[in-house]
C-alpha cells in the first residue's frame, strides 16, 4: 500500500526508487501539451508566469512596503486603513490579493499570519510562500500554539506579549508590518527595505539589524 | 466538509521545517502547475472555490503525500475531465504516446472548449459593483453556527460553535464559498474578523495571551449580544 | 512520495509490484523470531491463538446470547442488566470484554455501535471485527449519518424510528439485541440461533427469517 | 491528541465497503500480529493506553495506509524498541539475515526482559478491588470539558464543550486513559454514557431523531444541571 517513509520504517524494500520521474511531472507534461494544443493556454505564457514568479515577484516587494512605512507616517497611515490601496502607490498588486489587511507589530501585540485551510498568502506582495507556510505542522499548530512555533523557530515572546494569529480563510490576505529596529535611524529607505525578511512579514522573525 | 485540509489543531505533524534558500519551485513541474492555474483563473471554467473543493475531495493519503502543488494538479485534471475540457483518458493516452514517440493530436470537436463567453464565470471573490449592508457591528458578540455541510465551505471546524468578538467588518460583497463552490450561487455578504480568546478555542490547551482572529461570512455567524 | 492508488491515479508507473512480501509481512516474521527466541512468546501459543480466533470465536456466540434471550425472559432480564455475567452462563468471556452492555432494539428504537477512535468490538461474544467495521468510512460516518448509512448498508429505517449509535471509546463494549422476526414462534432456540446474525447485532442489518 | 485516529464526523472516506465471506485474518501477518499482541497483553510490559496512543503517533498519511494490524504492528514495534525488548535494529539485521540464510541469534543480555514482577503493569482498565463514589447522576446534564491534551485522550473531538445527558452511570473504577497511557497514574473513576442529541454534536448536518451516546470519564465533564 505505502510508499512513503515515516519514522525510519523502510516499508517497502522492493519500492524501486531508481530514477523514477515523479507522476505529477508526467502527468503535468501532457496535460500541458494538451491544453497548448487545445488553444486553452499558449505554453509561452506559462514560461513567462513561471519565470515573473521565478525572478521578479518575492518578498522584496513588501520590505519596500515596510520600508516605506517606516519611513513616510502619512504612507503608514493610508497603508493600515487600506493596504492594497496604499501597495498600489509603489506599482505593486496583482492575483490573489484582492483585499489586504496591514497589521502592526508593536512592543506588547505580535501578529502572525497562517491559513489553516490550504495556505492563502499575499503572492502579490511577498511571492509564493515558502515550503514550511504550506506544511501539516505549521498549518495545524500556528493557531494552537504560536508562542511555542515561534520560539521553535527562533522568535521567543514573553507571555506579557498579546500573540494575534490571523487565520486567512477568507480573501483577505495579511502582511504584518515588523517593528523597526532600534539603531536604524540612519538608514535611507533602500536600506531599510534590504534588511526586511519574508520571515518578518508573516510574523515569525523580527527584523534584524 | 469535514476533512484533513481542515488543520487547525491537529497534533503529529512535529516541528516545523525550514528549508535555507529554498527555491521558488522544487521542481519544473511544480512552476507549470502554479503557472497553468494561473492561466486557468483567466478563462472562465472555473471558479476559485471548485479549486479548492476538488483538492479537499482528495483521498487523505494522497492529500497528505502528493505535495502542495500535486494537489493543485490533482484537482485540475478532475475538473478539466468532468467539464469535458481534457479527458483523463486523453492524458492518460498521450503519457502511452509520449513514451513511444508518436504523438497523434486530439480531436478538438465535441468538448468543453471555446467556451462561450456567457458561460464563463469569475474566479475571483469580490464583486466590486455590488453593495452589501453588514448585519454586524465592529464589538458584536457572535456565535458561529455549528455548520458542517458535506460540500466546501471556509468555515474551519475549530471555531465552530464559538463566541468571539466582531474586530473588523470588511463591508464588501464577498461570494459566499459553501454555495459558490458548487456553482450555486454568489450569495454576496460582508466578510467580519472575528477574535477569539485562546482559552474559547482550545479549552486547556491554550496558550496564555493569545488570540485567534478569523475571517468568516456573515452567514456562518449568529448574534450573540450587540455591542452595548 | 506516493505509491497508494486513489480515484483510478496510476501515481507511480514505475513501482514494482511484482511479488513484493509486505513490509508487514517481513517485519512481522522477523519479530516474532526475535520474541520467542527471547521467550517473550513462544511461536506455539500464537499458533493456538490464531486458530481459537479462526476456527472457535465469532459471531455464533453471540447468536447463541441472543436467542437464549429470545426464549428465556429472565435470562433477558440478567442480559440486559449485566451483559458479561449473563454471557458467563453460556460459558463466554475473554479478552477485550471487560464490561459488556446489551441493547435492545424495539420497533422506534434502533441501536448501532462503531468505535470512532480505533475501532472497540465485542471480540469475546463476536469475534473480531469485519473490515468495514474497522474502515474509515464507518467510523467517521456512523456517528453523523447513522440514517444514511444504514441505508446504503440495506436497513431503512423510517424517521419515526430513533437511532442510538453507541460510540465505544470506552472499556464498555455492547452488543445489540435485535428483535425477534415474526413467524419464528415455532422455531428452537438452535434454529433461533442460527438465523442471528454479526450485522444484526452490531446493529446495522434486522434479523431475517 | 487531535489527530487522525479521531474520526467522527470525517467526510471524504466514501460508501462503506463490505466483502462477503471475509476471512479472519486477510493475510497471515495479520493473524501473528493480533495473535502477538494478545500475548503481549499477559506479559505486563506495556499497558492498552500505551497501544492505542503508539498508533496515534503515528504519520498520519501511514495510518490512513498501513492497515488496521499495520497500525498493531508498528505500535509494538516501536514500544518494544523504546522499552529496550526487542530493538530496532535487531529486527533490522534479522530481516537482512533471513535473506542471506544465516539467522544469528540475538543476545538475550542487557535489555528489558525478562521484565522483574514488581515493574509489571496491568493491560487493562477496570480495577475490580476498588471502589469509587460517582459525582454525576442518570439524568444529569453535564458539559464535556474542552480538553485537548497533546497526548492520549479517548475524549472523542466531537463531543467537546457540548452538552448532554447522563444515561448510565458505569460505577466501577476504571482507568483514566489520558494519564495511564503515559504511565503517569491510573486515576481510577467512574465512566458514564452521556447521550447528545445529533443537533448538538452536528448542528446544520444532524439526522432527525438521532442520538449519539458516548462513554466518557468522570474527568472529561463538568456539572451543567443537576436532575431535578
Redesign the interface.
Known sequence: ????D???????????H?A?K??????????????N?????SSS???E??AY??DKI?QKSGARVVARAWTDPAFKARLLADGLSACAELGLGG?ET??L?VVENTPTLHNIVVC????CYPWTIL??P???Y????????A???????LA??GLSLG??????????????RYLVLPERPAGTESLTEAELADIVTRDAMIGVARVQV | MNGIHDMGGLHGFGPVAVEPNEPVFHARWEGRVYAITQVMDTTGLYNLDEHRHEIELMDAAAYLTDGYYGRWLFAMERILNRKGVVRRAEVDQRIAQSADGEVAPVDPADRGWPLPDERRIPWGAWRKDVEVAPKFAVGDRVRVRNHQPAGHTRLTHYVRDKVGTVTVVNAQAWVYPDTRAHNAGENLQPVYNVAFTSEEVWGDAAEPNTVVRVDLSEDYLDLEAAVA
Open positions: 500500500m505505502s510508499g512513503h515515516h519514522d525510519g520504517h523502510d516499508h517497502d524494500p522492493h519500492h524501486d531508481r523514477a515523479p507522476w505529477q511531472a508526467v502527468r503535468t507534461e501532457a496535460l500541458e501539451s494538451i491544453l494544443e487545445l488553444g486553452v493556454l505564457r506559462v514560461d508566469i513561471v514568479y521565478e518575492g492575483p484582492e483585499y489587511h489553516t485551510l490550504c495556505s511571492g509564493l515558502p515550503a514550511w504550506k506544511s501539516s505542522a505549521y498549518r495545524s499548530r493557531v494552537r500554539e504560536p508562542r511555542k512555533v521553535e523557530m507571555d506579557d506579549v498579546t500573540i494575534q494569529v490571523w487565520d486567512s480563510v477568507s480573501e483577505i
